[in-house]
T-cell receptor, first 115, second 113 residues
């Protein structure tokens, strides 16, 4: 079966510090991958998605970047965090072809607090 | 563009009450429709889905029917439990769009014993 991991689970960082959040998927190959941010009490904002290694599409211009160095690894980064980067970050994957391409499967999330 | 509008919360119900959370959508194509649930401190989990008009998705006593004529996908449950307390998200996906989903803002449900 497929599983998706995110780490760390919780992170507290000072303003201006760098960020690296990692997401890995097991049990599937060549998935579509997604990064979302969920601000407190708000819905989901799609930040980046990737259809393959090295292929990143940005949905919202911002202080963050994403990379996909391996097929099942998706990394969210920042060189200098802002207070507004605080939130709950969710990674998700979906099947690229065949049955169930419309369904997304989410990781457990990373709670980021920027102070 | 695509959008999902769902009933604003929070919603507070007593145990065994009937639940309805409204969801309407606009889409440039023929989407699949979803309800996801998020328990406190966790990621989202798929609750149910429907892929074509008049389909009914159901799971754990929840159900929703894909209504193309009213562009709606309302979530219902006949008798809620305390364990149903969570945030519920309505979403749509167009398969031509790299599998990207559009989500509503979420509705927080609290069920009191």
């Amino acid at each position: 079966s497929q599983t998706i991991h995110q780490w760390p689970a919780t992170l507290v960082q000072p303003v201006g510090s760098p960020l690296s959040l990692e997401c890995t998927v097991e049990g599937t190959s060549n998935p579509n991958l997604y990064w979302y941010r969920q601000a407190a009490g708000r819905g989901l904002q799609l930040l980046f998605y990737s259809v393959g290694i090295g292929q990143i599409s940005s949905e919202v211009p911002q202080n963050l970047s994403a990379s996909r160095p391996q097929d099942r690894q998706f990394i969210l980064s920042s060189k200098k965090l802002l207070l507004s980067d605080s939130g709950f970050y969710l990674c998700a994957w979906s099947v690229k072809q065949g049955v169930g391409t419309d369904t997304q499967y989410f990781g457990p999330g990373t709670r980021l607090t920027v102070l | 563009g695509n959008s999902v509008t769902q009933m604003e919360g929070p919603v507070t119900l007593s145990e065994e009450a009937f639940l309805t959370i409204n969801c309407t959508y606009t889409a440039t194509g023929y989407p699949s429709l979803f309800w996801y649930v998020q328990y406190p401190g966790e990621g989202l989990q798929l609750l149910l889905k429907a892929t074509k008009a008049d389909d009914k998705g159901s799971n754990k006593g929840f159900e929703a029917t894909y209504r193309k004529e009213t562009t709606s996908f309302h979530l219902e449950k006949g008798s809620v439990q305390v364990s149903d307390s969570a945030v519920y998200f309505c979403a749509l996906t167009l398969n031509t769009n790299a599998g990207k989903s559009t989500f509503g803002d979420g509705t927080t449900l609290t069920v009191k014993p």
